[in-house]
């Protein structure tokens, strides 16, 4: 029996490829023998933008790397010509710092626990997800004026004061209700559980060949979170989520523990803020802005995993050269490995599972 | 049937009109009237879906065209009609465009055999029952015709998964069937909803002793109907709406309103053989208890037989979008499983169960 293969095209205009990605898969019925992933569709050219602008002049666009974790990319853009400059942060603005960027990966695993159920057939968690996910972004859009792309970090601090903190309040009470509430729904749910539990096996090895970082890595039985040794969140009281089964059921849970945890983040932080008093601290001139001759790295855990940048200065008022690291290009380069041997269905979850966002592959 | 029919004569041989006439119309006019019926009961159903849909996922639903969204449907019936009749390059163009046609050929037929009062059914043979169980199934062949004729890879897909699953749920549906008919000792659904007459009312309803066989007839006529959590041949996720992705205008309006029309006759099927069809749930009708006996009551009666008819199989339908706004989808491979080695047992264990309470003296 001669056996007969077909080549489909996943994407790049697919309702479940969570942007444009293009995967060509090699199908023998509904079983998937080889996966080839195609990026690119997005393509911005945010790197090379960065040699064209001057240091201000690239800081907005950061937040467009990923649209679902501005406060990330904004961050680690700024921390880096921070430590070019030498200028040390102060306590608040560190804090205030760590609320935004905590607020916004609940925000992104909200969608992200959204649009996977979406992609598994489930429609109700989508619009619950996005109740929640919508009272921090009314939040952000009162604190910074922007919904997604916020350019709240500057160089040296943050463009206004913290303030509303009620509101944040508000959200941390409704959260861990909520949470609850989907996990009621979707953790407990057999359905769930068949087409997750024990699907796209991501084994320590595999992943650490493959450079995953962020929740997937975690979720693998390694605990390596950036945010262990990074200096915002020095003082603060962090326990990394570590899960053992290393499939796509404990990507979902690992998501919704991080959730938690993030809760418990905020609020420490929330407790200082109220103890000290608002002094505020300058944001440098951005105006004629020059890095000293060198290269310069950071990184960051977002929420698809380690985001890094290195620039590369000769001393004029713009990089060089910029590089960015991103967690999802590594999770596309992934799927190469993980589809194969899957059936289409099971394929659809797994690439799910993995969180990928494209403007962040693409850049 | 026998009194509308004399009445129905008696009527014509006041004016002198042959009786041949009358033989024809009788059947014609009441068929146009329910096709007429069926199209304003599937523009409810959608509106009714859309809306349920929306007060379950924390939305409004449709809520601008109208009063309460009422003419949204008309709308969208409009819409579709108005728009082009695209054919894809490649497709067999003779198949392509019957598969609309042929899917509502059963429907229609379907709806004839449903005894809708004591009076009043089509076509009464006496294997209702069987006759129904080769017209539920009909569908999917003109489904599997779609996914073919499209020269589309996801909808020949999806029409794979259509007919595989419609084997595998067919079979729990028969035994189901058998159970029913040997409760009642009748394959005629007039004979099985008389068979659960009972003073009390609902107490006689076949759920009772055959709940085992409601839940399976319940699940496997979800998948039939290719609902959620079964909607696998169009999954959107997944499949991009499978068989139907090419299909678009009036021909994809056919198609999701004979989708709609196939699930009010099902759930009127399921009615009819757990919940006692158009029997009162009290035992006596409304009508005979507040009018007595007067002529008035024994034509309203009919339209009361329909009204519970209705209600039962929105009760059910209510049932089946809840399940959707809570469920996410099976794999497809689970799916066959969950039916061969779950669904069926248990229905033919449910069939010997009924078979010792009906003549083993239990009841």
Known sequence: MTITTFKLNLGPQHPSTHGVLRLILELEGEKILSCEPDVGYLHRGMEKMAERMSYIQYLPLVDRIDYLAGFFYSELYCRIVEKALNIELSQRVKFIRVIMLELNRIASHLLWIGAFLMDLGAISPYFYAFREREMILRYFEKLTGQRMMYNYFVFGGIRRDIGYIEDIEEILKILPVKLNDYERIITENPIFISRTKGKGILTKYTALNYSITGVNLRASGISYDVRNTDYLYEGLKYKPVVLYSCDAWARYKARILEIRESVTLIKQVIEYLKSCSPTEQKPISPLNLKLPEGNYYGEIEAPRGMASCYVESVGEDRPYRLKWRTGSYYSVNLLRKLLVGNYLNDAIAIAGSLDIILPEVDK | ?363
């Open chain 2, 1 to 363: 049937m026998n009194l509308l029919y004399f009445m129905y004569m008696e009527y014509l041989a006041k004016y002198n009109i042959p009786k041949l006439f009358g033989d024809i119309t009788f059947y014609i006019i009441p068929f146009c009237i329910i096709a007429l019926a069926l199209l304003i009961i599937v523009l409810i159903l959608v509106l009714a879906e859309r809306k349920l849909l929306g007060y379950f996922t924390q939305r409004k639903g449709p809520n601008r065209v109208g009063y309460w969204g009422i003419l949204q449907t008309l709308a969208d019936a409009i819409k579709l009609l108005c728009k082009e009749n695209i054919t894809p390059k490649g497709v067999d163009r003779f198949l392509f465009n019957l598969a609309p046609v042929l899917v509502f050929v059963p429907t229609f037929a379907a709806l004839g055999i449903i005894p809708y009062c004591a009076e009043f059914t089509f076509v009464n043979t006496s294997t209702n029952v069987i006759l129904y169980l080769i017209l539920a199934a009909f569908p999917i062949l003109s489904i599997f015709l779609g996914g073919w004729a499209s020269n589309n890879k996801y909808s020949l897909m999806g029409a794979m998964r259509s007919i595989a699953q419609v084997i595998s749920y067919e079979l729990p549906v028969t035994f189901v069937l058998l159970s029913i008919v040997v409760l009642s000792s009748s394959t005629n659904l007039t004979g099985i909803t008389l068979a659960q007459y009972s003073r009390a009312g609902f107490a006689g309803w076949f759920i009772f002793p055959c709940i085992i066989g409601f839940v399976v007839m319940f699940v496997s006529i979800l998948a039939e109907l290719n609902r959620c959590p079964f909607d696998l041949p169009e999954a959107e996720s997944e499949l991009i709406c499978g068989y139907n992705t090419e299909y678009s205008g009036m021909r994809f309006a056919i198609f999701y309103l004979s989708e709609y029309a196939m699930l009010f006759a099902n759930s009127m099927f399921l009615a009819i053989l757990f919940l006692g069809g158009y029997l009162s749930p009290f035992g006596g009708y409304i009508s005979h208890i507040l009018l007595g006996d007067s002529y008035l009551a024994s034509i309203l009666v009919y339209f009361e037989q329909v009204f519970w008819l209705f209600l039962k199989s929105a009760l059910l339908i209510f049932i089946i979008i809840w399940i959707r706004a809570t469920l996410p989808r099976l794999a497809s491979f689970d799916l066959l499983k969950f039916s061969w080695s779950i669904l069926l047992p248990v229905s033919i264990v449910n069939l010997l169960l009924v078979v010792l309470i009906k003549f083993g003296g239990l009841l």
